[in-house]
């Protein structure tokens, strides 16, 4: 492949070299959480900032840690994840927000992503369609566990994972809307708990190079729940679920310790 940095010996889109990066990394769309996010670590600093790409670097437990955003989508997310993988990180751990798709899914609630609806374009150039967008068990797992621990309302299931926001809350203004409802009501038919722009493209992206990966999304709101006439109270306050990422990953990091002892 072409070295478009002409020798700078760092990555060309995140604009980082491996000694920079830890191999375990929380992704995050929005480069603004990134620095929230950093505040969970031990001795985090700013590493490098390259278009929608802000990454820190800390320790949790003594094992060096990244967090690293992707900007919004699948294109940018994959982009994000080869170059990490570059890098020797191995393990990713996205950290979202999204729109409840179940009833009983309401604003402030955590979703653990068990599968993914590949809805978006940007995974069928890793695999075929017929290839499920799953997480890694461990780190499924991991997730799960440290939201019962820390007593939070969570939900696992699967997400519905798109390439437009709009599509989604808009549908009937596209040529396609029909389609669009008549898909959205068969993800809901079939208990589909959210909605969202990266998982699928993270979980077929991390399977093709043999990397873990799991997702979890703050819920919003909850467009179906506003349809029925349900209460749909709104909640942005992320920081549950960055410590319940956190803990997942400290998890993630001893069972490595354990195994390679």
């Given amino acids: 492949m072409i070295d478009y940095t002409q020798g700078a010996g760092v990555q060309y889109h995140i604009g980082i070299n491996e000694e920079e990066i830890g191999s375990y990394v929380f992704l995050t769309g929005d480069p603004g959480r990134v620095e929230e996010v950093a505040k969970y670590l031990q001795n985090a600093h700013f590493v490098q900032r390259n278009r929608e790409y802000v990454t820190y670097t ?42 409840g798709m179940a009833l009983d899914v309401k604003g402030g609630d955590l979703c653990i992503a068990s599968g993914a609806i590949r809805a978006e374009g940007c995974s069928r150039e890793y695999a075929p369609i017929e290839f499920p967008a799953v997480p890694d068990f461990s780190v499924l797992q991991a997730q799960v566990q440290s939201a019962q ?28 809307g029909k389609r669009l409802v008549e898909n959205w009501q068969a993800y809901c038919a079939l208990g589909t708990i959210c909605s969202e722009m990266e ?28 349809k029925q006439g349900l209460s749909n109270p709104q909640d942005h306050d992320l920081h549950p679920m960055f410590s ?13 310790k354990k195994r390679e002892a």
């Avoid at 751990?93 to 999204?98: A, I, M």
């Avoid at 998982?199 to 506003?226: C, D, K, Y």
């Fill in 58 to 99: 800390g320790f949790l437990d003594g094992t060096k840690v990244s967090v690293v955003s992707t900007g919004i989508g699948g294109p940018s997310t994959a982009i994000a994840i080869e170059e990490l993988v570059r890098c020797k990180a191995h393990t990713f751990l996205r950290l979202g927000t999204c729109g």
């Fill in 149 to 176: 621990k820390l007593s939070l309302p969570f939900h696992v299931g699967v997400a519905h994972c798109k390439d437009s926001f709009y599509g989604q809350h808009e549908p009937l203004k596209s040529p396609v």
């Fill in 199 to 226: 998982s699928s493209t993270l979980f077929i992206v991390s399977s093709a190079l043999h990397v873990r990966a799991g997702a979890m999304f703050m819920a919003i709101a909850n467009q179906e729940r506003e």
């Fill in 244 to 256: 319940c990422a956190v803990e997942a990953m400290k998890a993630l990091i001893a069972e490595d």
